[in-house]
């Protein structure tokens, strides 16, 4: 075999074997969320809301269009769990998490962590290991 198709089929493999850990990630996070009765990007938009941001901050963390935000933020506002408040300078509109919404955010993120493959797969050392990894994966060259 020759040198090129050695580093073609580590590439492969390599590839193949990171699609399958994030299909598995993200299996994990629509299975906890769904039991929780959100769809993935609910549940997203509710664990990003730590502190209320503006439509367009949700939107680049999301990315997605602003105009997807909006949606989102109707839906989280009918069952309670955000509200719309005036920013600083009353012109820019926050989402705010409501009580009800932080209650809910601190059961996800708990049972996103525990119901995620990677944090009951990998040990401490093991995840520490891998975090600089990927990391370097994504790195801009």
Do not use: K, W
Not at 9 to 19: C, D, I, S, Y
């Amino acid at each position: 075999m020759t040198n090129d198709a050695a580093r073609l089929g580590e590439a492969h493999a390599l590839t193949r074997l990171l699609f399958r850990v994030v299909d598995r990630v993200q299996q994990d996070f629509s299975d906890v969320v769904a039991e929780a009765g959100l769809t993935p990007p609910l549940a997203r938009m509710v664990l990003v809301l730590e502190t209320p941001q503006s439509m367009r901050a949700l939107a680049d963390h999301l990315g997605c269009d602003a105009s997807n935000v909006t949606g989102l933020t109707d839906r989280l506002a009918s069952r309670g769990l955000v509200e719309r408040v005036a920013g600083q300078d009353r012109r820019v509109r926050l989402v705010a998490l409501t009580d009800e919404g932080r209650s809910v955010r601190a059961q996800l993120a708990t049972q996103v962590a525990a119901g995620s493959t990677v944090m009951r797969r990998l040990d401490a050392s093991q995840r520490s290991a891998l975090r600089p990894l990927l990391e370097a994966i994504l790195t801009s060259e």
